[in-house]
């Protein structure tokens, strides 16, 4: 169980290649995850493609770049 107590996109970059595009995007959070903290900055890559006319996420990755749990 992933339990997200709060949540918050700072930035975000969007790189348009025509029918692909990439967004990254860096945010904070305090979570619980299986009962354990996980609680910190982290950076979402996430890759776009335009299929019939709408937007789709085909990947993401998501790694912490600081931690703050206790």
């Known amino acids: ?9 700072n930035n975000i970059d969007v ?6 595009a990439v967004a990254v995007c860096d945010y904070t ?3 619980v995850v ?6 910190g ?3 979402i890559t ?9 937007w789709q996420v085909v990947a993401r990755s998501s790694i912490m770049m600081e931690s ?3």
């Open 34 to 39: 299986r009962g354990k903290p996980r609680a």
């Open 1 to 9: 169980v992933y339990e997200i107590k709060t949540f918050k996109l």
């Open 29 to 31: 959070q305090e979570a």
């Open 15 to 20: 790189r348009d290649y025509g029918g692909t």
């Open 46 to 54: 996430d890759t776009w493609v335009n299929r019939d006319g709408r």
């Open 41 to 43: 900055n982290f950076l």
């Open 68 to 70: 703050r749990e206790r």
